[in-house]
């Protein structure tokens, strides 16, 4: 922009300059003629009176310009709408007096303030998105904010705002003009209500009727008209007591005059509504005083629900439970319901107590937990409280329950649980005697048990045998990697037992291993285990166990059958020995590596003489 010089330097410097060319001239008018001078000085006088004509038009022109200024100053400042200069920030740089008057500040005070202060938290990023499609564009963007003005009060606005391009096309401000449309807004929203309500009351199922205090009917929706059987016309000329049977009339004036009259408002009652063809269904009313502006009633607006399919689920649903409790009653297997929370039967058919030998009363009497064995009460106690938590347990329970005369039989019990408010639980159970089934499963896991045992038991040695000493060895290695802990492994094999077998005989060795069996086990622990491993060799695991405590049960074990006699011959006693290697497992080892390291050590055991302890050095 540039500098405006003063008015009063102009005109001195306009002096200076016809003064020196005066000066440069002179020379030149000492050479003219009189004629000539004169004619000069006429030339003056004529171009003076043209430059004052001049100037005369100048002072009208600005004037005349400087009306139409404050012309356009009181249009820009009071138009209708505000209008605001904004930089590329959203900052103002300048506003109209409306706009200032619109967020409720000064004009001068707005200068430099963001629009954005003034924006309702939420429609920050509108606003942004607004500057930027009007930036990009550059063409007139439109949106709707809130803004607050004056005192912090919220307006709806609508913001319409373009992007000035300089004169070397580059982005110099955003005009923007803003509408306090509050006022449309809520006309808007009040016809949305409307058309809101007016659906309502067209589509809603229930029948609508406003009426005067004398019952005339002065309009309804259309399902009081198909209710009724009625068209618009038919109707208006009717009063709703026209359309009821006479059985109702003095207790709806009642209702009219002590509740509807006196309070505003009835509660919902029942009545009957006759249709035009005669026939009578039955309905739900609530009614409504219609007041002036001065609280005097004028009428009356009543909702009417057709209850007649009600009416009708309620008589089946009635003939139902009838017939539900005689099936329950009868029923052949136990069926009863109980308050879980108070833990109190509420009803029993004559199955359960044919099942318990209690009467009735009795049952009903009874906390449910005084039927059930010892062993099971446990389990229900556990279970009830997962039901009383709200977490979820099966469906199925089985439970040993007491008979009055202190015999006991099994149930499974199938529970239906029901979530009442309060915080109540109700259970609906099913009972099934499952005795017989239950003799059955306890029969058919001791067969299983013994052919398990027959599967993994050494007949001979009464030991575990080779195939579950790996099984067992592997979980006692997956234990030892997953927790760090010792395990260490003995592997024993008798002393010339081939040469006893051929002097003495395979009935006197077999003797011999079962003896051997008997001692390995006295002398382990409950959590050691031991295997015979093949022919005359065991293995032995003891979790838990370094090869240091290892060696001393090794020691003892060897100990032990040195000190057995075995008298093969009559007369003659013979004695054993046993040859041991032992040693520590190591952590991720191959289960084989570690077998065959703790087989080679048996071996160096006979090497060193035999009847010894060879642990791993």
Known sequence: MTKKVPKSNQTDDLRRRAEKRITDSMDDIGEMSAPEIQKLIHEFNVHQIELEMQNEALQRSQAETAGERRKYTDLY???????????????????????????????????????????????????????????????????????????????????????VIDGKGKFDHYRSSVTDITEITRAEALRESETKYRGLYESTR???????????????????????????????????????????????????????????????????????????????????????????????WGIVSNITERKQAEEALRASQERYRYLVRHAPTGIYEVDLTARKFLSVNDAMCEYTGYTREEFLSMDPI?????????????????????????????????????????????????????????????????????????????????????????????????????????????????????????????????????????????????????????????TDSAYRYGGEELTILLPMTTSEDGAVTAERIRAELKKESFSAVSGKDVYITVSIGLAQYKSHEDMKSFVNRVDQLMYQAKKNGKDRVCPES
């Not at 200069?85 to 008057?101: F, M, P, R």
């Not at 202190?406 to 499952?434: C, K, M, Q």
């Not at 001979?460 to 099984?471: E, W």
Request: aromatic fraction near 10%; charged fraction near 25%; glycine fraction near 8%.
């Open 77 to 163: 400042d009071f138009a209708p709408v505000g209008y605001f200069t904004l930089d590329n920030k959203g900052h103002i740089i300048e506003a109209n007096v409306t706009g200032a008057s619109l967020l409720g500040a000064e004009k001068r005070s707005l200068a430099r303030q963001p629009f954005q202060r003034f924006i309702i938290l939420g429609y920050f990023s509108i606003f942004q998105s607004h500057l930027q499609k009007a930036h990009e564009t550059q063409s007139k963007q439109i949106c709707k904010l809130k803004l607050t003005g004056k005192d912090g009060a919220q307006f709806d606005a609508l913001i319409d705002t373009i992007a």
């Open 206 to 300: 229930d029948g609508m009727v406003m009426t005067d205090t004398e019952g005339h009917i002065l309009e309804c929706n259309r399902a009081y008209l198909e209710m009724l059987g009625y068209d618009g016309k038919e109707i208006k000329g009717l009063t709703y007591q026209q359309m009821t049977p006479a059985k109702w009339h003095d207790m709806e004036k009642d209702i009219v005059k002590n509740r509807v009259l006196e309070t505003g408002y009835s509660d919902i009652y029942e009545k009957e509504y006759i249709r035009k063809d005669g026939t009578v269904f039955p309905v739900f009313i609530r009614m409504w005083a219609i007041k002036d502006e001065t609280g005097n009633v004028t009428g009356m």
């Open 370 to 526: 005084q039927l059930l064995t010892e062993e099971s009460k446990q389990s229900f106690i556990q279970t009830h409280a997962k039901v009383l938590a709200g977490e979820p347990v099966p469906g199925n329970l089985e439970y040993q329950i007491k008979r009055k005369n202190g015999s006991e039989f099994w149930v499974l019990l199938n529970n239906r649980y029901s979530y009442e408010p309060n915080n109540r639980v109700f259970s609906t159970v099913i009972a099934h005697d499952i005795t017989e089934r239950k003799q059955a499963e306890g029969f058919l896991r001791e067969s299983e048990n013994r052919y398990r045992e027959l599967s993994i038991i050494d007949d001979l040695t009464q030991l575990y045998n080779s195939r579950y000493f790996y099984h067992q060895l592997k979980m006692e290695i997956d234990r030892a990697d997953r927790y760090g802990q010792s395990l260490t492994l003995l592997v024993l094999d008798l002393d010339n037992f081939k040469q006893f077998n051929d002097t003495y005989g395979h009935i006197e060795g077999d003797r011999v291993l079962s003896r051997l069996g008997q001692i390995v086990k006295r002398c382990l622990r409950q």
